[in-house]
């Protein structure tokens, strides 16, 4: 989600933030023509000032492609150009132009016409990118999820997937005017491309590396499969979740050699350039409490009403939030280490406990203790909590038969959706005792009612999605990826080629898990 709608992330330095576009279609181009070939010897020096093997956090020779190098000379070169640099921009613009807006609790398509929308996108990038619609099969899933599979000439090899998605996130109608440019005019002002989806996520899904591609008749060795989503800013339930379905029934399990989502962030820490590449994501829950107590005329109330007993469970819970530990191994504490070991300026007393809290309980702590400051990396190592939604009660004069409130939760990557409800279950039983309610958790009984007219609690489990499976980052697809990102970097920059700076890459870990449900099963 963009909330700034500007193609540009937090940090980063202008000069990469200025080509984004262009850049992001080389690093597909890259991507495309170097997964053919894993692990091809560099081209381009590395900078004396960046060691590549340190025992933490090491880093890849930036990888080029060898047997396509040609195509990827021709494409650097033209990617250097302004012409291009116009068109590329032109092309995220346009896409941004057409709103594909995604709301809350939509019904199914074919129903809610807002869905409508999507159709004028797609009939653009069929004009805008013609030769990828006459060389790559599409398939539309669930009428508006794109399904592309790019044949390739050796099919003893597993595909690979590039995935995206092409909705966005609605502007809110009071918000509209305090945009510095309009949310969908796609407005180039020299620098930055504004507009909702210019960053997240229709860079991704723009076909503007493919159809260079093709222009030069490249034809690929390995399969190259691509799959948008539309709605996956409300949980990808119409779009992902049958492409998911369509992408196993074509290729069955563990198919693709590597599957690349969005989820690739640019940031300056500590003095250094880093690429962080989400290799985990947190899960989700919802917890929905339910209150139901005997009605009444509020002349004689009970000592407690639903509402009343709603809010010491809420107070019990805020009082109680999970206390998050920072693991070693976990994906922050991978993270954390690399911006440790490379991270120019990291204050010492950080930078000492990180390097050794591999081995170090204490060290460990202390870690944990100032990791924990930033609010931002709070979230991201331990499950959160948030009650975001309350009802309860309909006449001033009657009780309240009925209350009503929702938890949400962003679940750790060490830990699991049944861990998550059990913990609040654990909390609240004992006070849900005292008040003499019986307790079930997704209709099973945990409490008995010790005294029916009393009452009832009842916790129900919405929008379930466990951590995502974390992605090894010695694995030859993240060090592929790593290595290509390096490659392009190099390719795009003079100042890094001449090792006035350089990029490095980081594991990392996304704050929501709004493409979790992108990823194929
Ligand atoms: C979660 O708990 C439910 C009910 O206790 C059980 O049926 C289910 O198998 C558990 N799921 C996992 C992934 O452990
Ligand atoms: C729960 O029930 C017991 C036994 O009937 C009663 O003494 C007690 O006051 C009740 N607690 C509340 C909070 O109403
Ligand atoms: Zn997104």
Known sequence: MDSKGMAVLPGVVPPLATRRARWAGLLAVALILGVLYFFVPLEYPATPSLKISPPVCPQEYPLTPQRNGAFWRELTDLYATDAFLT?????????VQIPTETF??????????????????????????????TSLKLQKVNTYGLFYTWQGSDTTLKPVLLMGHYDVVPVAPLSADQWTHPPYSGHFDGKFIWGRGSSDDKS???ETAIEALLERKFAPTR???????????????????????ALLDRFGPNSFSMIVDEGLGFQENYGTIFALPDIAEKGHLNVEIELQTPGGHSSVPPGHTSIGMLAALIVQLESN??????????PVFEMAQCFATRGATMPSKLKHALLHAGKSPKALKTAEALLLKDPVLKALIGTTQAVDMITGGVKSNALPEQAWAVVNHRIATQSSVNETLQRDVELLEGLAARFNLSVTANGKLITPAADATYGSLALTTR????????????????RLLAGTIRATFHAARKDVREGKTDIVIAPAIGPGNSGASELAS
């Open 87 to 95: 068109r590329a921009v032109e092309q995220l613009s346009s896409a």
């Open 104 to 133: 809350d609790e939509m019904e199914p398509v074919g129903v809610d016409e807002r869905w409508l929308s999507r159709g004028p996108f797609i009939d653009h990038l069929a004009t805008a990118y013609p030769l990828v619609h």
């Open 204 to 206: 991704s899904v723009i």
């Open 223 to 245: 399969t190259v499969v691509l799959s948008f989503g539309f709605d996956e800013e409300a949980g990808g339930y119409h779009g992902a979740q049958y492409l998911a379905a």
């Open 321 to 330: 939030a999970p206390v998050p530990t920072l693991q070693v191994g976990s």
């Open 463 to 478: 929008q379930e999605l466990e951590p995502a499976p974390v992605t090894p980052s010695n694995a030859a697809p993240f």
